[in-house]
């Protein structure tokens, strides 16, 4: 099992910068992949970023450029710096990780709010 704790998010006025954090603890951490998705009001949940234990990243449509995902391998940390935010970018931001057997995780969430 894996536990994911994010913090990071709250209210920002555009063009902002928030820096989320993931923090995973649990009997199985190694080889994890982790990332973030995003779900707005009314829309699907959609992937920001991923990166793998190994630090290959992977960003959602429009997403790099102003999003940049990084870890720290001990502990098990996943970053997402957020730069130029807009408010479309309010959304609740959640944390995942997927273990070598495929299984997936989720955090709780944290909400990113970008005023305009």
């Known amino acids: 099992q894996v536990q994911l704790v994010e913090s990071g998010g709250g209210l920002v006025q555009a063009g902002g910068s928030l820096r989320l954090s993931c923090a995973a603890s649990g009997s199985i951490l190694r080889n994890l992949a982790m990332g973030w998705y995003r779900q707005a009001p009314g829309k699907q949940r959609d992937l920001v970023a991923a990166i793998t234990s190994s630090g290959s990243t992977n960003y959602g449509n429009q997403m790099s450029g102003r999003f940049t995902i990084s870890r720290d391998s001990a502990p098990n940390t996943v970053y997402l710096q957020m730069n130029s935010l807009k408010p479309e970018d309010t959304a609740v931001y959640y944390c995942?990780?997927?273990?070598?057997?495929?299984?997936?995780?989720w955090g709780q969430g944290t909400q990113v709010t970008v005023s305009s």
């Open positions: 995942y990780a997927r273990d070598a057997f495929g299984a997936k995780y």
